[in-house]
């Protein structure tokens, strides 16, 4: 799910307990969301009739880095012995620590 273009319930997002305030500024955050809808019940569903509109800055808000971080972080906490897939896939992730 891009964190840019999802839509959510108010109350259904505070019960899930909205963001990872251990996720560091920008970047990740919609992955950490999707593996928590998926695995707390919920199901994320794919409207293939609406229309979104995105507007992006001229320059990220945050750096790879950060994005980074926050992605080893949803691995960690939600991918369980399936992180190892993870970071075989993004083997600089071992270096990073959250």
């Known amino acids: 799910m ?3 273009i999802f839509s959510v319930n108010k109350k259904y997002f505070a019960y899930l307990g909205s963001y990872d305030a251990g996720m560091s500024e920008w970047g990740g955050e919609n992955i950490e969301f999707s593996f928590r809808i998926w695995q707390c019940g919920g199901t994320i ?3 293939p009739c609406s ?3 995105h507007v992006y800055p001229r320059l990220p808000p945050y750096t790879r880095s950060k994005a980074v971080v926050n992605s080893v972080r949803a691995a960690e906490v939600w991918m369980d012995e ?3 897939f993870y ?3 993004n083997p600089n992730a071992l270096l ?3």
């Open 45 to 47: 569903e794919v409207h």
């Open 96 to 98: 990073v620590r959250f």
């Open 51 to 53: 229309h979104v509109g």
């Open 82 to 84: 399936y992180k190892e």
């Open 2 to 4: 891009a964190g840019g």
């Open 87 to 89: 970071y075989h896939r």
